[in-house]
Nanobody, 115 residues
Framework: QVQLVESGGGLAQPGGSLRLSCTSSGFTFSNAFMNWYRQAPGKESDLVAAITVTGDTNYADSLKGRFTISRDNGKSTVFLQMNSLKLEDTAEYYC?????????WGQGTQVTVSS
């Protein structure tokens, strides 16, 4: 049974940092592409960052330079380091992986950026 469990969300001030974690189980993590998505209130879900099995990364253009995705295959965990947080980064953040034919999601972790 595939499980994705996010943690690390919370309240941060503008300009602050948070580090999200997503711990996985039920599949061979080292063989999986992993993604972070976010969904702000009243908006559609957007891809934040992605990391391949070899560690190559991809980011939403608006987030390059502020967010960093990484993975620890030994811990079956993917991370999202978020720096220089802005008010508009407030959203529910979800960990995701796609293994044909299913798309798997975590339960989400809330990030709120507020002064």
């Amino acid at each position: 049974q595939v499980q994705l469990v996010e943690s690390g969300g919370g309240l941060a001030q503008p300009g602050g940092s948070l580090r999200l974690s997503c711990t996985s189980s039920g599949f061979t993590f080292s063989n999986a592409f992993m993604n972070w998505y976010r969904q702000a209130p009243g908006k559609e879900s957007d891809l934040v960052a992605a990391i391949t099995v070899t560690g190559d990364t991809n980011y939403a253009d608006s987030l390059k330079g502020r967010f960093t995705i990484s993975r620890d295959n030994g811990k079956s965990t993917v991370f999202l380091q978020m720096n220089s947080l802005k008010l508009e980064d407030t959203a529910e953040y979800y960990c995701n992986t796609y293994m044909w034919p299913f798309n798997y999601w975590g339960q989400g972790t809330q990030v709120t950026v507020s002064s």
